[in-house]
Nanobody, 124 residues
Framework: QVQLVESGGGLVQAGGSLRLSCAAS????????MGWFRQAPGKERELVAR????????YYADSVKGRFTISRDNAKNAVYLQLNSLRPEDTAVYYC?????????????????WGKGNLVTVSS
């Protein structure tokens, strides 16, 4: 069992930066691929970024490549998402998730555990 709690969201102006954190409980955190997802009002949840169990492999949605960076610290049971050059279209609830067999297809993208989400609002 893995419990996930996101933090670090908030209101930021376009062009600004935020860092999201996800704290995980459980001794098996390092076994899991971790991902960040987002859901904007009226839209489906989408995969933003994903990182393998040891951090050796990452994936980014085309819309965030070059602007967002995912990282993890297995010693601290934590995963992070650095959001730079934010745009109004990045406004969404951002979710942290953990999975053993991730997929690139929704709705659950193969993730087993989800946090409750954290709102990021980017003003123009």
């Amino acid at each position: 069992q893995v419990q996930l709690v996101e933090s670090g969201g908030g209101l930021v102006q376009a062009g600004g930066s935020l860092r999201l954190s996800c704290a995980a409980s459980g001794r098996t955190f390092s076994r899991y691929t971790m991902g960040w997802f987002r859901q904007a009002p009226g839209k489906e949840r989408e995969l933003v970024a994903r990182i393998s169990w040891n951090g050796g492999s990452t994936y980014y949605a085309d819309s965030v490549k070059g602007r967002f960076t995912i990282s993890r610290d297995n010693a601290k049971n934590a995963v992070y998402l650095q959001l730079n050059s934010l745009r109004p279209e990045d406004t969404a609830v951002y979710y942290c998730a953990a999975g053993l067999l991730p997929r690139n297809l929704g709705p659950d993208y193969g993730m087993d555990y989800w946090g409750k989400g954290n709102l990021v609002t980017v003003s123009s």
